[in-house]
């Protein structure tokens, strides 16, 4: 089945600092998505995104499914984006969703 | 607003007994999902449904069952509670046309087996 890998597993960062998260997946995909897992474990959808660039304020995305992987770039980051980061893709059958083990980012004030 | 609630937000039961987790969306979604999160291994499918009645193995569905009586509610059953067992549960509802882009996920149930 396809993998996703996602790294780095953990990231400490100062409040206004930016970073990248990636995700790799192993194998032609038909959906591909970030989600962002709060530290109540919520977790609440960020970006769809099988292909292109989108944004939504200091987030955004961008894959590039013919060399398959997915960024996610978090500028000026706030203690508020704490928590996991999840990349989640879905199979060209249809109907399964795999998810990566998920990068942990940690906001200090 | 739309929503999936989780019967209990922590619970913690004894090897061998038989556990019910509760899910119910409110959104009419025919597709709803049981997950298990662990640390270092994200999510994982433990079965999943695409309609009243109809079930579907996920990627671990060993030690577990489940029942979709109704539209509106999933549930997950530990027939045989065991220590291996003791993790994150998250459950999900999505239409069956929108793909990963409908996915709503409810708080998740915290299960301790002793």
């Known amino acids: 089945g396809i993998q996703v890998e996602q790294s780095p597993p953990d990231l400490i960062l100062q409040e206004g600092a930016n970073s990248t998260l990636r995700c790799n997946f192993s194998?032609?995909?038909?959906?591909l998505q970030w989600f962002h897992q709060n530290p109540w474990g919520q977790l609440i959808n960020l970006f769809y995104?099988?292909?292109g660039t989108k944004q939504n304020g200091r987030l955004s995305a961008t894959t590039v499914a013919t060399e398959r992987y997915s960024l996610l770039y978090i500028s000026s980051s706030q203690t508020t984006d704490s928590g996991v980061y999840f990349c989640?893709?879905?199979?060209?059958?249809?109907?399964?969703?795999?998810f990566g083990a998920g990068t942990r980012l940690f906001v200090k004030a | 607003d739309v929503k999936v609630t989780q019967s209990s937000r922590y619970l913690v039961k004894r090897t061998g007994e038989k556990v019910f987790l509760e899910c119910v969306q409110d959104m009419d979604h025919e597709n709803m999902f049981w997950y298990r999160q662990d640390p270092g291994l994200g999510l994982r499918l433990i079965y999943f449904s695409y309609d009243v009645k109809m079930k579907e193995k996920g990627d671990i569905p060993e030690g577990y069952s489940v029942s979709r009586e109704k539209k509106e509610r999933f549930s997950l059953i530990l027939e045989s509670a065991s220590t291996n067992q003791t993790s994150m549960y998250l459950c999900a509802s999505r239409l069956r046309t929108q793909g990963a882009l409908g996915y709503t996920f409810g708080s998740g149930t915290r299960l301790t087996v002793v």
């Open positions: 989640a893709v879905e199979n060209t059958g249809g109907f399964k969703t795999i």
């Open positions: 995104i099988p292909s």
């Open positions: 194998d032609s995909v038909n959906n």
